[in-house]
């Protein structure tokens, strides 16, 4: 991990632990990734709850709760499906805040979606906010990437909540 995701992870988790929140994860294209920055940090466990590894398309429905009828439907790659697995993720873990990623890191594209095309979303006490990235690079890029994003994502929407 490199020093700005292990950063961002730091900051993730005292923004948390400052407001009495607790932290979970939903990850799809990164395959634990989120997690595994998160828990490499020391102390992590006080605020972060754990995480759902929703890789297969129907463990997006049946573990996150996201519309297996809109899957089928729209694919996983889209703003809808991120927004569910973090609502899902902050339900099933018992979570305050959720960050989500679900995209597609090639070499080939997913549902028609091109690779390097990832969904972030980041559920917080005010709601669940979701972002669209373009990532450029191989597999291992774009993964590491949106580790990257998708924390400094879920960073910026609980910095802008006020403190108790």
């Known amino acids: ?56 398309s129907g463990l997006k429905a049946s573990l996150a709760g996201v519309d297996a009828a809109f899957i089928a439907a729209h694919g996983v790659v889209n703003e809808r499906t991120a927004r569910e697995m973090a609502e899902g993720a902050a339900r099933v873990c018992g979570a305050d805040v959720a960050v989500a990623v679900t995209g597609t890191a090639g070499p080939l594209g997913q549902d028609g979606v091109a690779p390097g095309t990832v969904w972030v979303g980041a559920r917080t006490p005010d709601g669940t906010r979701t972002h669209r990235l373009a990532l450029d690079g191989d597999r291992a890029r774009i ?22």
Do not use: H, K, N
């Not at 994502?153 to 609980?158: G, M, R």
């Not at 910095?159 to 108790?164: E, K, L, T, V, Y």
């Open 1 to 56: 991990m490199d020093g700005g995701t292990g950063a961002l992870a730091e900051r993730l988790l005292a923004l948390c632990r400052r407001r009495g929140l607790l932290l979970a994860t939903c990850e799809s294209i990164t395959g634990g990734g989120i997690g595994w920055a998160l828990t490499a940090v020391p102390g992590a466990s006080d605020v972060f709850r754990g995480g759902l590894i929703t890789y297969a």
């Open 143 to 164: 993964r590491e990437e949106t580790v990257r994003r998708a924390l400094r994502l879920t960073v910026e929407a609980l910095s802008q909540r006020p403190a108790p």
